[in-house]
């Protein structure tokens, strides 16, 4: 069956056919997660934005640019965004910039798009350096949705203390994917510790809890 935008769909899927050689058949089914496929999908998806009327075709061409192979395109997606009226494809939009933004790209991005940082809960950043293992309490991946229960489990079995915002992780769906945020909490009989959190891919979180050094206050979580 039809769907609005359905001819304007083709002509995308057939030029992706055409130049790229793809097996095509949906704009949103493109694997834009692999490099390969990010680096010549997307060219081409960016030209048809400007000329989409359908918002639906435009919310999926927005959903490829969720990728961290995306950053090249950062200005158009943010020109995009100030642009986009109809609010489903301006929030997928949103989850593509968080996703493709890079640390030396936040604060360009968060003056033109300040509610993109409001996606983070008070007390948590992007990490300006991958954390080091120095001082490990504790590191796991799991289910983005065993967070909570994990991070509660560690509360009683390792004296940790994650405020609620931290614990319940809800903002997780909303961090980059393989960009690392990080939080300050109590450790092990108060010692100030950090929590840090890497999404691997959409549905699988990193995490890695560091005792800060108490006795000259250095912080060991993050490399020098």
């Known amino acids: 069956m039809d769907f609005p935008g359905h001819q304007t769909h083709q002509q995308i899927v057939e030029e992706i056919r055409r130049k790229t050689g793809l097996p095509c058949v949906r704009v949103d089914g493109l694997k834009t997660s692999d490099e390969g496929i990010a680096r010549v999908t997307l060219p081409i998806l960016a030209e048809w934005v400007p000329v989409v009327p359908e918002q639906n075709v435009r919310t999926a061409i927005y959903s490829r640019f969720n990728s961290k192979h995306a950053s090249r395109f950062l200005p158009r997606m943010v020109k995009w965004a100030t642009e986009e009226r109809f609010e489903f494809a301006r929030e997928t939009l949103n989850f593509a910039i968080a996703t493709a933004l890079r640390p030396e790209d936040a604060d360009y991005v968060w003056q033109i798009l300040p509610e993109l940082r409001k996606r983070l809960p008070r007390g948590v950043s992007f990490a300006q350096r991958p954390p080091n293992r120095t001082g490990e309490i504790f590191s796991a991946e799991v289910d983005i949705d065993e967070v909570e229960g994990l991070l509660t489990q560690l509360e009683h079995q390792l004296n940790l203390r994650f405020p609620i915002a931290i614990r319940k992780a809800q903002f997780l769906s909303r961090v980059p994917v393989d960009q690392w945020v990080t939080a300050d909490i109590n450790g092990p009989?108060?010692?100030?510790?950090?929590?840090?959190?890497?999404?691997?891919?959409?549905?699988?979180?990193?995490i890695l809890v560091v005792r800060l050094n108490a006795a000259d206050g250095t912080d060991l979580a993050v490399l020098q």
């Open 189 to 206: 009989g108060g010692v100030a510790s950090q929590v840090f959190y890497r999404l691997e891919d959409f549905s699988t979180v990193e």
